[in-house]
C-alpha cells in the first residue's frame, strides 16, 4: 500500500526538537503570497486570511509531517511591537517536572521582506534557568531574516522576539499560536487574554519604546531574565488556584481579542479564537497570576537596584570619611 503520509527528511523534526525551530524557505508558493498581500493593507479579510493561513499549515505538513491544529491567530503590520519587542516565551511552562520539549508550536508567515526575528536556541526546553544560564544562552542568540513564502516554526516556549527598529514600509505578519497535533495538549494551557484590562494607551507607549533601539535593549534586558527563569513558575502559584489539569499559560498581554467580521476588512492585531474549546483564565484571576507572573519579578528588581545604590552611597560616605 502507498503511503499518503509526506515524505519528511529525518532532519527536519530532528532540528526542531533539539535546536527548538526550523526555517523552511520559499514554502509557500508566490501566487499565495500575493493572495494574502492583497487582504492584508491597514485593515485585514480575516474570512480571506483564514485561506491563507489553511494554504500556510498544509505546506507545513507536506515538509515537516507536522499536522497542526491552532487554537488562535493574529494578523499584525508592524503594529504588533507592545508585546512581541521584548523577549517572551508564547507558552509558560507552570508544570515544573516538564523537562522535555513540548509540542507546541508557534508558526509564523511574512509577506514582507527584511523581516527580522531573534531566537535563542534550545531555551526550549530551559523552562527554569539560573541566571548564569540565562546570560550564557542570551549570548547565544541568534537572528534569522525571514522572507516572503518562508514558514518559521519553533516551539512555543522558545525565548524569542521581533526586531521592530529597523524602518520598514510593510512588516506584515500572521502568527499562529498554541498549534499542536495532539490535541489533548490544548485542554493543558489556560490562555491569559487581557479582558477589561486591555489599554490602547499602553500599547502606544510601547509601541513608541519598541521603536528606539538603546530604549527597548535596556528594558528588555531587565526583563528577559524573569522569562529566561520562568515567570516564577518555580514557586508553584497556579496550584492554589481551581484549574484541573492546566500545565501552561498561554498570555494575550495588552492585545484584545475579536470576532472578525464575515469576508470584509477588520482591525488588525487582535487575537482571533480559532477553538471553540480553549480554556480562559477566570477574570478573578486576572490580577493574581498577573502579580506572580511579573510583579513580583520587578518589585524584586527595584529593591535590588535600591539596594545597590544605597550601599555605594554609604560607601563614598565612608570614602570621604577617610
Known sequence: MTSILPEVPPEVLSILHSDGFYHFRNAVSPENVDYARK???DTANYTKMEVYISQVLGSLYTKSGLQLECAKYRISNKNNSVDAA????????MNNDIVDPV???TVLSYLDSDSTMELIPGSHTKYRMSILEAIHSLNNSIQIQVKPGDILIFHASMIHRGVFYRRLANRRLIQCFDCTPNSEFSQKILHLPCMDRCSQTMRKVFSHIAAVRPLIKTLDFINYFNVATGYGSASNFMSRLNYE???FLST???TPRLKPKFDEPDI???YIILQTNIRDQKASDVSYIYHHSMIIFYVFIVQYI???LATLYLVSQVLKTV
Open 86 to 93: 521584548g523577549f517572551h516565551r508564547d507558552l509558560q511552562t
Open 252 to 254: 494575550e498581554s495588552n
Open 306 to 308: 535600591a539596594l545597590v
Open 103 to 105: 509540542p507546541v508550536y
Open 245 to 247: 489539569g492546566i500545565e
Open 39 to 41: 487582504y492584508v493593507t
Open 268 to 270: 488588525l492585531n487582535k
